[in-house]
């Protein structure tokens, strides 16, 4: 049973453990929310921001292992495949029952969220009088819920994972043996590769003129694409192998873990290029630093792809077909 691996045995554990710690923290920002008046000088709004105190300090240390679990979580994949029969990666894993990518794509949210939570927790604490404790709160409402809603479907998802049934490797999920164009809009490699340094180029423009909504949404369409890219086209001169398209595989120890390099890089980015928006939203004001490090990461992820394409053609003089 899949509920017995000593991977998914510590991960559930965890997840439930940090659960607990912000169903504690809902209650308390409930009544915190209800009735502070920092204005107020009464021994019950002492002991509301005393409350808030130790409410703060168990969101920040909560959340702050919630993102520490995420690289915890692909590895916990990973190491499955090995028992998945199939499975040659954590691709085969996480696409063996239709809870995994909805799992993956809310851990990825959830990750977000709690970035600008962190965020606007650090602003909330460098002004005086506590000027965004409650914005700060009630984001909160919504990092519980989605974190809820994750509990729930790792749950759902281990669950209905089989230890008998075969799953399909990672060649087969991402097209090498299967038909059809995988590339999205129609797009071939040549195409797919133009739009994405031209959207490397937008989201490094739009950072540096602070355009929030449009850095956001380009900094989106860069992840939209740049994945595909990586899958189809960059991945492959990771793994030096033109049928090899797999998104996971690069997390491994043959390829020096460089997977955790690029997709973090491409996250972290991306991750900057929402948050100058939605902290602009939720504290009322800018945010001038996360444009620069929505740059500086999407500039190592871009690097990153390229120097593999750049050192196999110096190598070998020609490009993988």
């Known amino acids: 049973m899949i509920l017995l691996a000593n991977e998914v045995v510590v991960f559930l554990f965890l997840e439930a453990v940090?659960?607990?710690?912000?169903?504690v923290a809902l209650v308390n920002t409930l009544t915190i929310l209800k009735s502070w008046d920092f204005s107020a000088s009464t021994p019950a709004q002492y002991a509301l921001e005393k409350r808030a105190y130790l409410v703060v300090l168990v969101i920040l240390g909560t959340l702050v292992f919630k993102i520490l679990l995420l690289p915890f979580f692909s590895h916990?994949?990973?190491?499955?495949?090995?028992?998945?029969?199939?499975?040659?990666?954590?691709?085969?894993?996480?696409?063996?029952?239709?809870?995994?990518?909805?799992?993956?794509?809310?851990?990825?949210?959830?990750?977000?969220?709690?970035?600008?939570?962190?965020f606007a927790n650090r602003e909330d604490l460098r002004a005086e009088n506590h000027p965004h404790l409650r914005a700060k709160l009630k984001f909160f409402l919504l990092i519980f819920v989605a974190v809820a809603l994750e509990s729930v479907l790792d749950w759902?998802?281990?669950?209905?994972?089989?230890?008998?049934?075969?799953?399909?490797?990672?060649?087969?999920?991402?097209?090498?043996?299967g038909e059809g164009?995988?590339?999205?809009?129609?797009?071939?490699?040549?195409?797919?590769?133009?739009?994405?340094?031209?959207?490397?180029?937008?989201?490094?423009?739009?950072?540096?003129?602070?355009?929030?909504?449009?850095?956001?949404?380009?900094?989106?369409?860069?992840?939209y694409f740049g994945y595909f890219a990586v899958v189809y086209f960059f991945g492959t001169y990771v793994y030096q192998l033109p049928t090899h398209k797999c998104p996971f595989c690069m997390l491994q120890k043959e390829y020096y873990y460089?997977?955790?390099?690029?997709?973090?890089?491409?996250?972290?980015?991306?991750?900057?290029?929402?948050?100058?928006?939605?902290?602009?939203?939720?504290?009322?004001?800018?945010?001038?630093?996360?444009q620069r490090w929505a740059v500086a990461f999407h500039t190592l992820f871009v690097i990153t792809c390229s120097l593999y394409v750049g050192v196999f053609f110096l190598r070998n003089g020609v490009l993988l077909q």
């Open 258 to 290: 460089v997977g955790y390099l690029i997709w973090g890089a491409l996250l972290t980015g991306t991750f900057f290029g929402v948050a100058g928006f939605v902290l602009r939203l939720l504290l009322g004001r800018e945010i001038n630093f996360t």
């Open 18 to 23: 940090l659960l607990v710690l912000l169903l």
């Open 76 to 118: 916990s994949i990973d190491e499955l495949a090995a028992i998945i029969p199939g499975a040659m990666c954590g691709a085969g894993v996480i696409e063996s029952n239709g809870f995994g990518p909805p799992l993956m794509l809310l851990k990825v949210v959830v990750l977000f969220l709690a970035g600008i939570w962190l």
């Open 156 to 177: 759902l998802y281990f669950l209905n994972i089989s230890t008998l049934t075969p799953v399909q490797c990672c060649s087969g999920i991402y097209g090498a043996v």
């Open 181 to 223: 164009n995988p590339l999205p809009l129609g797009l071939n490699t040549d195409t797919l590769l133009v739009l994405f340094y031209l959207l490397y180029a937008l989201v490094v423009v739009l950072g540096m003129m602070r355009y929030n909504l449009l850095h956001l949404l380009a900094s989106a369409a860069f992840l």
